[in-house]
């Protein structure tokens, strides 16, 4: 069974910085694109960032585009979102999901083409 494991959340003070971890086991992550979702308390889920199999291909949320950097390390089966200059709205539980296609689909923010799912951490930026 394909397990997906997120960390590094916690509270944060605006304007900090905080990088999240993924890391997935029993699927083969050098040949799975990748994506980070996020949902706020009474919002719905939202598409933050998807990288291709190789993390040549980066997309963003148009409003994320700056502040937050996804990356991977397939030698280490690991994900990675960087978040900089963090602001209140961002707090969320943040969730990394894993595909059977090694690309990002064109509707990658609605989730489309992610298979796997973690639990999520949770962020949580003070003002």
């Known amino acids: 069974q394909v397990q997906v494991v997120e960390s590094g959340g916690g509270l944060v003070q605006a304007g900090g910085s905080l990088r999240l971890s993924c890391t997935v086991s029993r699927l083969t992550f050098s040949g799975s694109a990748m994506g980070w979702f996020r949902q706020a308390p009474g919002k719905e889920r939202e598409g933050v960032s998807c990288?291709?199999?190789?993390?040549?291909?980066?997309n963003y949320a148009d409003s994320l585009k700056g502040r937050f950097t996804i990356s991977r390390d397939n030698a280490k089966n690991t994900l990675y979102l960087q978040m900089n200059s963090l602001k209140p709205e961002d707090t969320a539980t943040y969730f990394c999901a894993a595909s059977l296609t090694t690309y990002c689909y064109g509707s990658w923010s609605q989730g489309s083409g992610m298979d796997y799912w973690g639990k999520g951490t949770l962020v949580t930026v003070s003002s």
């Open positions: 990288i291709s199999k190789s993390g040549r291909a980066t």
